[in-house]
């Protein structure tokens, strides 16, 4: 399946630092959330990401090993509503985590296609 976004697209950055759940987006209206990438900046730590809707957290993925220099990449388009934040788990004490959330502005007009 092929999926076509047009609309604003927009980048948030991050930097984990720690290993706590950190919230990297919170959604400010109903917000399509286009990718997440990940890239570790040293060692192996475990990867989490989540989304939490301030009573349920709903992992995408869950402690997962991952490699320094290798992003972990999530493509699959979903949808997050108001109050809705999408969040990174690291299992170093340090983070050592980059990354970015792209999103498709909400307020922008878009469409979206799906075809096989």
Do not use: H, Q
């Amino acid at each position: 399946m092929t999926v076509t976004i047009s609309g604003g697209l927009l980048t948030e950055p991050f930097v984990i630092s720690g290993n706590t759940v950190d919230d990297v987006f919170t959604a400010e209206r109903r917000t399509m959330i286009v990718s997440i990438m990940v890239c570790p900046t040293s060692g192996t730590p475990n990867l989490s990401l989540s989304r939490y809707n301030g009573t349920t957290r709903t992992y995408f993925r869950r402690t997962v090993a991952t490699t320094a220099g290798t992003a972990y990449v999530w493509d699959t388009p979903f949808m997050i509503d108001a109050g809705d934040k999408v969040e990174i788990t690291s299992s170093s004490a340090t983070g050592d985590m980059d990354g970015w959330v792209t999103y498709l502005n909400p307020v922008a007009p878009a469409i979206v296609r799906a075809s096989s």
